[in-house]
């Protein structure tokens, strides 16, 4: 499909290129009520996805978890179908698999190719998640790999935000950790709380989160329906490449310097993690 309009105004456009790639900022989104990011639509698709692309699990999880919370027992059908009472929050990964949702991310990300390429180089690694969460549920403290802008379709909710990069709210060893397969699920102390920076979106607003930025999310008084459209960049994978290479020395005994944010390259770490990763795969 191909929207007859933009969907990002030329307004949105203009501030998405002044702040991107390291800038958090509200944009503005025409998407609006799309018959397939209603309810019974998302079920279905929730129905039909592979397992390893559900996740779902309690509303009224705290701020700070340690590790995967366990699953609700009743279907994620169920869930989403009666969302408003379900007490839940759910997501739907890389929906992309589904031709109809792979064409609203290629529309979309396309309106932007120009000014993210322009700073970041080639889109790499395109994916689409929505998120369906029931009334004041919270998404925990965490980060996520990619360049990410999440678009409010239904209900509201407030993101909390945290510097990218810096240890103090998320620990080098985690990084680490989560880039040679841990978790990305981080620590929550209270004191923390003054570091960060408050978003509220509702309806036809989105929000960019830069890469491996710390956040959680608390949604509003009303069930919520997010569509995040995500992406890498040479750039993205190159940082975490070095995170992963820095884990390495530090389990020999090194304590190496963290990774510098952009435009830094991470290039000598990156290269030094890929080559370590394919003599891994021959031996």
Same mark, same amino acid.
């Given at each position: 499909?191909? =929207?007859?309009?933009?969907?990002?105004?030329? /307004?949105?456009?203009?501030?998405?290129?002044?702040?991107? *790639?390291?800038?958090?900022?509200?944009?503005?989104?025409?998407?609006?009520?799309?018959?397939?990011?209603?309810?019974?639509?998302?079920?279905?698709? $929730?129905?039909?996805?592979?397992?390893?692309?559900?996740?779902?699990?309690?509303?009224?999880?705290?701020?700070?978890?340690?590790?995967?919370?366990?699953?609700?027992?009743?279907?994620?059908?169920?869930?989403?179908?009666?969302? %408003?009472?379900? !007490?839940?929050?759910?997501?739907?990964?890389?929906?992309?698999? @589904?031709?109809?949702? %792979?064409?609203?991310?290629?529309?979309?990300?396309?309106?932007?190719?120009?000014?993210?390429?322009?700073?970041?180089?080639?889109?790499?690694?395109?994916? $689409?998640?929505?998120?369906?969460?029931?009334?004041?549920?919270?998404?925990?403290?965490?980060?996520?790999?990619?360049?990410?802008?999440?678009?409010?379709?239904?209900?509201?909710?407030?993101?909390?935000?945290? &510097?990218?990069?810096?240890?103090?709210?998320? *620990?080098?060893?985690?990084?680490?950790?989560?880039?040679?397969?841990?978790?990305?699920?981080?620590? #929550?102390?209270?004191?923390?709380?003054?570091?960060?920076?408050?978003?509220?979106? !509702?309806? !036809?607003? /989105?929000?960019?989160? &830069?890469?491996? %930025?710390?956040? =959680?999310?608390? @949604?509003?008084?009303?069930?919520?329906?997010?569509?995040?459209?995500?992406?890498? +960049?040479? #750039?993205?994978?190159?940082? /975490?490449?070095?995170?992963?290479?820095?884990?390495?020395?530090?389990?020999? !005994?090194?304590?190496?310097? +963290?990774?510098?944010?952009? &435009?830094?390259? @991470?290039?000598?770490?990156?290269?030094?993690?890929?080559?370590?990763?394919?003599?891994?795969?021959?031996?």
């Amino acid at each position: 499909m191909t =929207f007859a309009a933009p969907m990002f105004p030329a /307004a949105a456009r203009a501030a998405f290129a002044a702040h991107y *790639p390291e800038v958090p900022h509200v944009l503005s989104h025409d998407l609006g009520h799309h018959p397939l990011f209603e309810l019974e639509a998302l079920a279905q698709l $929730a129905e039909a996805l592979p397992e390893a692309s559900i996740e779902y699990n309690r509303g009224d999880l705290p701020i700070g978890v340690d590790g995967k919370p366990e699953r609700p027992a009743i279907s994620i059908g169920e869930t989403i179908r009666g969302i %408003a009472e379900t !007490g839940s929050w759910a997501v739907l990964k890389n929906i992309e698999q @589904n031709p109809l949702y %792979a064409a609203i991310l290629h529309d979309l990300l396309e309106e932007l190719r120009p000014q993210i390429e322009a700073r970041t180089g080639a889109m790499m690694m395109t994916q $689409a998640f929505v998120f369906v969460s029931s009334p004041n549920a919270v998404t925990p403290y965490h980060f996520d790999p990619e360049h990410n802008i999440l678009l409010q379709l239904r209900g509201a909710k407030t993101m909390t935000q945290f &510097p990218a990069g810096d240890a103090a709210y998320a *620990p080098d060893e985690v990084h680490e950790g989560y880039h040679t397969g841990g978790a990305r699920e981080l620590a #929550w102390r209270e004191e923390l709380a003054r570091g960060g920076r408050e978003f509220r979106i !509702g309806p !036809g607003q /989105a929000l960019f989160v &830069p890469v491996m %930025a710390p956040h =959680f999310v608390r @949604n509003g008084p009303e069930p919520s329906i997010s569509l995040s459209i995500t992406w890498r +960049s040479e #750039w993205s994978f190159a940082e /975490a490449d070095a995170r992963a290479f820095n884990g390495v020395l530090r389990r020999i !005994g090194f304590k190496p310097r +963290s990774t510098g944010r952009w &435009p830094a390259r @991470n290039l000598a770490k990156a290269y030094g993690w890929r080559l370590l990763r394919k003599l891994r795969r021959r031996s």
